[in-house]
Every structure is written in structure tokens, then in C-alpha cells.
């Protein structure tokens, strides 16, 4: 008989942080979102492989406060669970104090239909540096909430506690003592993190992240008899990471993890990793993976026999469950925007429309630019894929040289592309540690554009069209590794979308798009 398999990662793209929960049959997984809005990606699974996107848990402005939030600021760390028939999520929203400083408000919502609406949001705690939320509800009806925390003498770098509160479902507020759990099991440990704790066998296991969250990123695990404490390390720490194996490997930098069960008694990880290419670069920012556990010895193992998340892994024991597969182009004739779309911070402004003029998506010029900490005139998605097509087809007349619509493709305002037309050309800009350059240009014909990016890799071509299919090269090959973490920093992937803007005048233009493609390379 066949063993099934399946490819990680399981959600690819820009799906960092991920948390997991069961009800019943059903899978329920979220990632962290950054500056992004809507807030806190919602994915829905049967069989643990095939995932589909719900939306988003934080899709209305009153919920999500992301104004003047910096690159890789906003959401942090989401934890899902489910409790007598109500889904809990908690998460950090990171933003600036006003006062030159940042401030973490650590919320919380619920729903009773994942699908529907979350509740408005509860602020358990708003100090500085208390990130990665999560919570735990124990066979007694208690609920307790743990985070990483700061202390104010650390003795050395990078140390940080994990502390536990309970936490009144009723007041929707922390009560009682506060316990320290753990630091970590590495000595002298940095940023320990991400906790989740699970009870197995009337034993309690903590789970944290460790050693930042890059190529030294690891999980490790400690147990203890009360869910207070005291915890004792696994002697056999780290139960994965992928350090040890060296920078040229085809996944880096696992951590973050969530475990969870099946219905017949099966353990898997869910965690974070990465895939670099072109180099130890990666555009595609942290995605989310898929592993299996068992136990031995009162202990957790991580993929006996290997140690270690492979990009092709034994399927679980679950019915095989793949959803109906996405369109490959939006044609932007429905009466809201599909859930792949994002905008960078929170909309303040209606600046699109789907109904203005049926079939088409029509962006408002704005003074807001892709370089400004704002929130431009920008509908984007995560690159998914290393090798990728994308292209669109607008109409859009420029009053003024100032004003510019098409495409971007973003890692932040200080690195991304530009592919607009702008005036009376068709030009390409790159973006690069906030230096600006023209990487191509060519007079554009008429008011109907077509604008094409193919990705190979780390090489990018740009192609103009003024009929369908009747590409010129604006630039071919061009370095995408501005687009990656390694050179722009932070936390999340690359997203590309459309976008207009009239640079800082006040503008009644508008560009109308009518669809958008994006399909994976073979």
C-alpha cells in the first residue's frame, strides 16, 4: 500500500507565527499579520494538508488600530483555542506611544462561529514588551494566559520571563497572582517566547520558542505536575531546529510552534519556517509547516528519525480533504474584495470601490505614497511562490506628472518596486534601503495598460503591454532580493498589488483595474 504524502509547507507565503486549534473534525489556524489589515489570517483544515482561507479575525477598523504602526509593528503572535463551544483569540497589538516609544496591548476576542463575526476586542494588559499571548483552559474550568515579558534587570541580553495568570472568562480580565514559569532551557537563553501550554496524561508541558527567530530559532519543551509550576526542562532540548544543519538548507529557522491532536489520538506540530534561495535570502518571509510527534518517555519527538520538518512528510491518518481550488485571476465582479487581499495599516479612507464601475476595481489617487508611513492607495497579496507569474490590466490617465497608478511589489517603504505609469511613461523604480532608482521607461500608449512580473527565483521581469500579449521588457532579471528580510529587515513576506497615488497633491483621479492574475511557475 501507497504511504501518502504531503508538500510543505502547508500554507506557503507570508504565514508567520501559526497556532492551531480543534473542534471536533475541524481545523482552525491563524498567523501573525503585522501592519497588515485586516488582522490575523483565519485558515480552516479537515485533514491537517489542505487549507482554505476564512478571512480574517480582525476585519473591522474598530477592532485594529494599526495607524502609524512601523514595518513589522502591528499584530504579533496569535494564539486560537477552543473551549466549550466558543473559539478565544489572543493576540499583541505592537503600535507607537506617542511618546517616541511603542506600546503592546495584549486583546482578546471570541466567537462562537469562526466564520462570522469576532467580538470587539478586550485589553488584558498594555505594557511595553509583554508579546506572544496565549492561553490554556484546564480540566477544572479554569482558563490561564501566559506571555513573554521583559524584567527590568536582566542579567543578560535577550532574557526574558514566562509568566501565568488566570484568566476570568466572565470579567474577561486577568486575575489573582502572577506566576514565572520558565526561562528558557538553553543557558543564558535569548528571547524565549511564543509559550503554549498542554496538558497530556494529567502532565503539563510548556512549549517556547527560543534563540530569535531567525537561523538560530529553535523549540523547546519543560513539564511540571502543576500548571503553576515548578517546570523542568527536557534533557534532550531543543526538540527541533534546524541550526545545526547549516545555512544552505532548503528549510531554515523552524520555531514557533503549536501542537496538536487528531481524533484518534495522532500529535503533529505546526511552526514557522523558511525556505532562502538565491542565496541565503528569502522573499517569502516565515511560512507555516507541518510535522509529525510522537511520545516516548513522557516526552514529545519531533519527526522520529529524521529530527527535523521536510518539505515532503507522511500525511496524517485523516480522510483526504482538498477545498475547491482558488481562481487564478480575479476579475473583480463581486460585491466585496476576496480574502487574499490586504491593505498596509488601517483604512481611514474609502479610496476603492467594486461598484463604481461593475467589473473593475477602482483605486483613488491619493497624496499618500508607497514610501510614507501611512496608508497609501495600496490593495496587495502575499507572494506565495518562489517562481511566479502576475500581471493586470488598468485604464488610467495621469492629469499630471505627478500622478501614478499600476503595480508594486513591497517589503516595506523603504524596498519595493514600482511599476506604474506616471505621466506620460510606463516606469519601473526600485526602492532600496530608501534610495530611489528608474530601472526602466518607456512612452505609454493610450489609457489602457497591461503590466506583467514574471519570478524566477530571485530574477524579476517587468513587461508593458498597450494591446494583450504584446509584451515589451521594461527590465529583465532584475535583483528581487529587495524584497527580501535580509536586506529590508523585519518580520514579514513580500506582497505585491496594485496601487495609485498622486504623490502628496490633492488629486480627483482614479485608476480602474480591471482583474488581477497571479498564478505559481512550473
Known amino acids: 500500500m501507497t504511504t501518502r504524502t504531503f508538500k510543505n509547507p502547508i500554507i506557503p507565503g507570508f504565514t508567520p507565527d501559526p497556532s492551531i486549534c480543534r473542534a471536533g473534525d475541524d481545523y482552525y489556524l491563524i498567523t501573525s499579520s503585522f501592519e497588515y489589515f485586516p488582522g490575523v489570517p483565519l485558515f480552516h483544515s479537515r485533514d491537517l494538508v489542505h487549507w482554505r482561507s476564512l478571512g ?121 497572582e502572577r506566576y514565572l514559569l520558565w526561562n528558557g532551557a538553553l543557558k543564558e537563553a535569548s528571547a524565549p517566547e511564543a509559550p503554549h501550554i498542554y496538558k497530556v496524561d494529567g502532565t503539563y508541558y510548556l512549549v517556547l520558542a527560543e534563540a530569535g527567530t531567525f537561523h538560530d530559532h529553535a523549540v523547546t519543551i519543560a513539564r511540571a505536575d502543576d500548571v503553576r509550576g515548578p517546570y523542568q526542562g527536557n534533557p534532550r532540548n531543543p526538540i527541533l531546529t534546524h541550526r545545526h544543519l547549516g545555512l544552505q538548507q532548503p528549510i531554515t529557522n523552524p520555531g514557533h510552534a503549536d501542537l496538536i491532536d487528531t481524533p484518534a489520538g495522532d500529535w503533529w506540530m505546526v511552526a514557522l519556517a523558511s525556505r532562502p534561495y538565491g542565496g541565503y535570502f528569502y522573499n517569502l518571509g516565515r511560512e507555516t509547516f507541518l510535522t509529525p510527534v510522537s511520545w516516548e518517555e513522557g516526552w514529545p519527538v519531533v519527526n522520529p528519525g529524521h529530527g527535523r520538518i521536510r518539505m515532503r512528510e507522511r500525511a496524517p491518518d485523516l480522510a483526504p480533504h482538498p477545498w475547491p481550488t482558488a481562481p487564478a485571476c480575479d476579475h473583480f465582479d463581486g460585491d466585496a474584495l476576496c480574502s487574499e487581499w490586504v491593505f498596509i495599516r488601517t483604512p481611514r479612507q474609502t479610496f476603492y470601490s467594486l461598484a463604481e464601475r461593475p467589473g473593475h476595481l477602482r483605486l483613488r489617487l491619493r497624496p499618500e505614497q508607497l514610501t510614507e508611513i501611512c496608508n497609501p492607495s495600496f490593495v496587495g497579496r502575499p507572494q506565495r511562490h518562489i517562481d511566479f507569474a502576475a500581471r493586470t490590466a488598468f485604464d488610467f490617465a495621469p492629469r499630471n506628472d505627478t500622478e501614478c497608478a499600476g503595480l508594486a511589489l513591497l517589503q516595506n517603504h523603504d524596498n519595493h518596486f514600482r511599476f506604474v505609469r506616471q505621466g506620460a511613461d510606463i516606469v519601473l523604480s526600485e526602492r532600496k534601503g530608501g534610495e530611489e532608482r528608474v530601472l526602466g521607461a518607456v512612452p505609454a500608449a493610450g489609457e489602457k495598460h497591461y503590466l506583467k512580473v514574471e519570478a524566477r527565483g530571485q530574477a524579476y521581469s517587468f513587461y508593458y503591454a498597450a494591446f494583450p500579449e504584446t509584451w515589451i521588457p521594461i527590465a529583465e532579471n532584475a535583483d528581487g532580493r529587495v524584497l527580501s528580510t535580509q536586506v529590508a529587515g523585519g518580520f514579514v513576506g513580500a506582497h505585491i498589488g496594485l496601487y495609485a497615488s498622486s504623490n502628496g497633491q490633492p488629486s480627483e483621479s482614479a485608476a480602474d483595474y480591471d482583474y488581477f492574475e497571479y498564478a505559481a511557475l512550473l
Open 56 to 176: 480574517h479575525i480582525l476585519d473591522r477598523p474598530e477592532q485594529l488600530d494599526l495607524d502609524n504602526a512601523l514595518p513589522s509593528q502591528g499584530i504579533y503572535a496569535p494564539t486560537i483555542r477552543y473551549h466549550d463551544g466558543r473559539f478565544y483569540m489572543v493576540v499583541t497589538v505592537r503600535g507607537p506611544d506617542g511618546q517616541g516609544g511603542f506600546r503592546d496591548d495584549n486583546i482578546i476576542v471570541w466567537t462562537t462561529d469562526p466564520e462570522g463575526d469576532w467580538s470587539l476586542p478586550i485589553t488584558l494588559t498594555d505594557q511595553p514588551a509583554v508579546i506572544d499571548p496565549s492561553l490554556f483552559f484546564d480540566d477544572d474550568g479554569r482558563a490561564w494566559y501566559m506571555a513573554n515579558a521583559r524584567v527590568e534587570d536582566e542579567p543578560y541580553p535577550g532574557y526574558r520571563d514566562i509568566w501565568l495568570q488566570e484568566l476570568d472568562l466572565e470579567a474577561m480580565a486577568l486575575v489573582g
